[in-house]
């Protein structure tokens, strides 16, 4: 068995945090969507040390699985009673399924919001972290052009992200009020006007 690897560990949900620190330095307490099921999670944990380490306080958001619309309508209604002036956005595929309607909650609520993946950025979202999906589906390819030129996939390294993307929406940034620091446009692989 050998692949890729999308989650780019613990260090992802530090840099996640540093950047929403970066462009909402007052935030002190960020929401964070899960199923309450996952809420004690390691993957929650990794998630929750990472809001430690950033000085942000983590509430949960509960979405109730199965996850339609009403549940994230139903999740995103009882944050400003949470004292939540922020959302981390988890990397599920549930979650960037319903993208849309997720940066629309987060418009409404008018909270600055770090996402997963750039899709929810080309939607409005303000800021997206993450892995570079092309590139590691360029090196699947290359793995796959390996085996089927006879080599053992057992054999093929399995390979972790080490290439990763910020974007960022200017227009959404503007809305919300908050000016982005120069030196982090500079480093931005994106940016949306």
Not at 52 to 62: D, F, R, T
């Amino acid at each position: 068995m050998t692949g890729v690897a999308i989650d780019g560990g613990p260090e992802v949900w530090d840099k996640r945090f540093q950047l929403l620190r970066e462009v909402a330095p007052k935030v002190t307490t960020a929401a964070f969507p899960i199923s309450p099921e996952w809420w004690d999670s390691p993957y929650a944990r990794r998630v929750r040390t990472a809001a430690e380490k950033a000085g942000v306080s983590l509430v949960i958001a509960p979405v109730n699985s199965p996850s339609g619309d009403a549940e994230y309508r139903d999740a995103f209604a009882g944050l400003r009673e949470r004292s939540a002036d922020a959302i981390m956005v988890i990397d599920s595929p549930g979650a960037l399924a319903r993208r849309r309607l997720i940066v629309e909650l987060i418009r409404e609520l008018r909270l600055p919001a770090v996402y997963p993946y750039r899709g929810y950025v080309e939607v409005g979202g303000l800021i997206a972290y993450s892995a570079d999906i092309p590139g590691l589906m360029r090196h699947a390819a290359g793995q796959i052009d390996q085996v089927l030129k006879g080599a053992k996939p057992e054999e093929i390294p399995f390979y972790q992200a080490t290439k990763f993307l910020l974007d960022i929406n200017l227009q959404t940034a503007k809305a919300l009020g908050l000016t982005i620091p120069p030196a982090l446009l500079a480093r931005a692989d994106e940016v949306i006007d």
